[in-house]
């Protein structure tokens, strides 16, 4: 690889740093809305405006530019960002994406959502995010570890990645293989890191990952939509019993947070009746095979047209308006917007993605009565299960692996003393006991913990102020985050 020939940093830019980047059909900015979504949160928090505007600041952007050499002997330049909005938690926490839309304006949003949605989930971290602008398809394997690798050179070099600093994790066009080689270039340039295996999250399980971690984001998606499917009040507002049997869902995208989403969704009863990507959706009233449509998607490169059980709709977004219990985005920012927001007809909608609710498309639904899950805490799943590898790492323990024959033998004494005193236990219940928790186990429980608690919370703050769930999860991180900052008279 050649020399970096641009650098661009910007910190403390009063308060925030600025974009001029327009919205999308006359919306706000995606950075603009975020604001916009935290001034009416902090409007009802008794906190004085400077602590505020530390909260909301964005700290500091890292701008790259830098040379690739294509395969066929030219040379490219590969423009790249990697934003940290706050250091009042540390390290900053946040994925790194790979597309054609990557801005600045982006992953500055970006990064003041993984700020709230950390907080949201009570772990340790700031919010952080990076993108490279470019689309791996047209790529060739060799060059997308080229532009990865020299990324991370690029980072190393500006001390803006670290397991103390700031660590990285999958996001939209990224995945385990990236950041393996991003730990792996890491490792290489500080070999005397102790800790460096924890600079990045996300990591396959052979390289230091976490079991449970590749659907975590999706799992996380579907605690939180179980949880409001047993709160009757909102559902009554909305007209529909409790649990999810029988609902039908609406999937906006089938990567790796919609697959999970809607897998967990159907195993429980739930009916996905259509599913929309970049190519078109397909439908299908009496529901959708999960497994079988995913299979078709990733064998026909990502696509689905052609998938013969359900009728295929080219225009994706007019299956975003389609009749449905559930609606539930779970790709990119901003598909539902002010100019397609009052044809959408789903009496809820669950944001598995980052803000794909503009800030005057909520505004109307809301007034609709539309319930909307909000990213917040309905994607925050992913970060939270990288905050158990982060501890693995940093422990050197895989979980489990000091307690899961000691539960095994002690569930054995137990069936055992049942026996005794003369109760029969059966084959098939010694089995059930008779299971220490793994690593996967551990990491799941400690993942639904984790949103049943924060949803829960959220429900509370909602109902106490009066507030939508959006702004009662604003209000939850804001608080918080105050209260790490040392500001008194906020609740824990």
């Known amino acids: 690889m050649l020399k970096s020939v641009r650098l661009v940093r910007r910190v403390g830019i009063g308060r ?7 919205g999308l059909n006359g919306d706000m900015t995606f950075l603009d809305g975020v604001d916009k979504f ?21 700290n500091s952007v ?33 994925g790194i994406r790979f597309a054609d839309s990557v801005s600045q304006d982006e992953v500055e949003a970006l990064a003041a959502l993984m700020t709230f949605k950390c907080a949201v989930v009570d772990v340790p971290f700031g919010g952080g995010k990076g993108g490279i602008k470019f689309n791996k ?40 293989k990236e950041m393996a080689w991003i730990k792996d270039t890491y490792q290489q340039m500080k070999p005397d890191d102790i800790d460096g295996i924890g ?29 409001l499917f047993s709160n009757e009040d909102l559902l009554k507002k909305v007209h529909l019993s409790s649990g999810i049997k029988g609902k039908t869902f609406i999937i906006q995208g089938l990567g790796n947070v919609g697959y999970w989403a809607a897998k967990h969704i159907q195993a429980s009863g739930g009916k996905v009746v259509g599913i929309a990507e970049r190519d078109g959706g397909v439908v299908n009233s009496n529901g959708l095979d999960v497994e079988d449509i995913r299979s078709y998607f990733v064998g026909n490169n990502g696509l689905l047209k052609g998938y013969t059980k359900g009728e295929f709709v080219t225009d994706s977004g007019e299956l975003l308006q389609s009749e449905c219990d559930v609606l539930v985005p779970a790709a990119l920012e901003g598909v539902i917007r002010s100019d397609n927001a009052r044809k959408i007809k789903a009496k809820i909608i669950a944001e598995a993605a980052n803000g794909p609710v503009t ?18 805490l309905l994607n925050a799943g992913g970060v939270t299960v990288s905050y158990f590898e982060w501890v693995k790492n940093l422990g050197r323990l895989r979980f489990g692996r000091m307690t899961r024959r000691f539960d095994e033998e002690a569930m054995t004494s137990v069936c055992d003393v049942l026996e005794d005193v003369g109760m029969k236990v059966t084959e098939s219940h010694r089995a059930k006991l008779q299971v220490g928790a793994d690593e996967e186990k551990l990491v799941v429980s400690g993942l639904e913990d984790t949103m049943m608690d924060a949803s829960q919370t959220m429900y509370n703050v909602a109902k106490e102020n009066g507030v939508s769930l959006r702004i009662a999860a604003y209000m939850m991180a804001v608080r918080r985050i105050a209260s790490d900052y040392g500001y008194s008279g906020i609740f824990p």
Do not use: W
């Open 16 to 22: 925030r740093c600025m974009s001029t980047a327009a």
């Open 38 to 58: 935290f001034d009416d949160a902090a409007a009802k928090l008794p906190i004085e405006n400077g602590i505020l505007e530390t909260i909301k600041s964005c």
């Open 62 to 94: 890292v701008q790259l530019s830098f040379p690739l050499r294509r395969d066929d002997g030219s040379i490219e330049m590969i423009e790249a960002y990697r934003a940290q909005h706050s250091h009042i938690r540390l390290p900053c926490k946040g």
């Open 137 to 176: 398809r047209d790529y060739s394997a060799r060059e997308v570890e080229n532009i990865t690798r020299r990324y991370t050179v690029e980072l190393i070099k500006r001390n803006t990645i670290g397991p103390a600093v700031d660590v990285p994790a999958p996001d939209y066009g990224t995945g385990p």
């Open 199 to 227: 600079c990045v999250t996300g990591k396959p399980v052979t390289q230091g990952g976490i079991r449970g971690r590749e659907g975590a984001t999706g799992l996380g998606v579907y605690f939180g939509i179980r949880k």
């Open 359 to 376: 800030y005057e498309a909520d505004e109307y639904l809301t007034k609709k009565g539309v319930l909307i899950l909000p990213d917040l």
